[in-house]
């Protein structure tokens, strides 16, 4: 079971990047997923998951500007992030959980490597 973030960079206020998530080694269709950010002296945060079926959640600081999707056919998972804020620099991480999406970083027990993001003012 294997996660791969990419997409990551150095961006200006205001960009539109996308960040995607590439699984390999098990079907991305029978795990929840989850991206998550952690800056530099902080915890780890939830910022967005999708369920098996499809269904979108966000943490309210990216909730209208961050868009998740899943394409299982693909093994791909994707955070589109609109309207980027210094705030939102941070590393990056997918993960997947079986079955069953939460917001709690302990639930998920696959993860990617991080990719960094920082949104220069």
């Known amino acids: 079971v294997q996660l791969q973030a990419s997409g990551g960079g150095l961006v200006q206020a205001g960009a539109s990047p996308r960040l995607s998530c590439e699984g390999s080694?098990?079907?991305?269709?029978?795990?929840?997923m989850g991206w998550f950010r952690q800056a530099p002296g902080k915890e780890r945060e939830w910022v967005a998951g999708?369920?098996?079926?499809?269904?979108?959640h966000y943490a309210d600081s990216v909730k209208g500007r961050f868009t998740i999707s899943r394409d299982n056919a693909k093994n791909m998972v994707y955070l589109q992030m609109n309207n980027l804020k210094p705030e939102d620099t941070a590393n990056y991480y997918c993960?997947?959980?079986?079955?069953?999406?939460?917001?709690?970083?302990?639930?998920?027990?696959?993860w990617g490597q991080g990719t960094e993001v920082t949104v220069s003012s």
């Open positions: 080694g098990f079907p991305l269709s029978a795990y929840a």
């Open positions: 999708i369920s098996c079926a499809g269904s979108t």
């Open positions: 993960a997947a959980r079986w079955m069953v999406m939460t917001a709690r970083p302990n639930d998920y027990s696959n």
